[in-house]
């Protein structure tokens, strides 16, 4: 079983995402602030992020540059939800490092449909035969 961190501090928000991820068969962690989150990644290893992007302490974007720099963290794939709407918010969010960005209010469709795309990547890239480099 996956586990997802949901780092958002509205609690409605919060729930609708927990129901989803939940009805996906997965297990859910929830921070309520940036830093709770980079604590929460440490302490249990989530194999992805849900993360908006206006939170208390830290913002997402800071959290997300964070993940990114960490060698023990860079590879969880990490998707931003926001009210944030504009071009420029996706394409800031993309460049500090999220896989994904959703625009708030979302369908749990789409939720489902990116958390199982991430999921499934991050589990092929394992598959992948190791090959050698260099002649033999």
Not at 21 to 42: F, P, R, S, T, Y
Not at 110 to 119: D, F, S
Request: charged share 25%; proline share 4%; hydrophobic share 40%.
């Amino acid at each position: 079983m996956s586990t997802v961190l949901v780092v958002e501090d509205n609690l409605t928000q919060q729930n609708i995402l927990c129901w989803v991820l939940k009805q996906m068969g997965l297990k859910v962690i929830i921070a309520n602030d940036g830093l709770e989150a980079l604590e929460k990644i440490q302490n249990c290893h989530p194999e992805l992020v849900i993360l908006d992007i206006v939170l208390p302490h830290m913002n997402g974007y800071e959290v997300c540059r964070r993940l990114r720099s960490d060698p023990k963290s860079q590879t969880i794939p990490v998707i931003m939800c926001s009210a944030k709407k504009e071009e420029f918010d996706r394409y800031w969010g993309i460049k500090q490092g999220a896989d994904a960005y959703l625009t708030k209010p979302y369908q749990a469709r789409e939720i489902a449909a990116t958390v199982k795309r991430l999921l499934n990547r991050d589990k092929q890239l394992l598959r992948l035969p190791h090959l050698k480099v260099g002649g033999s």
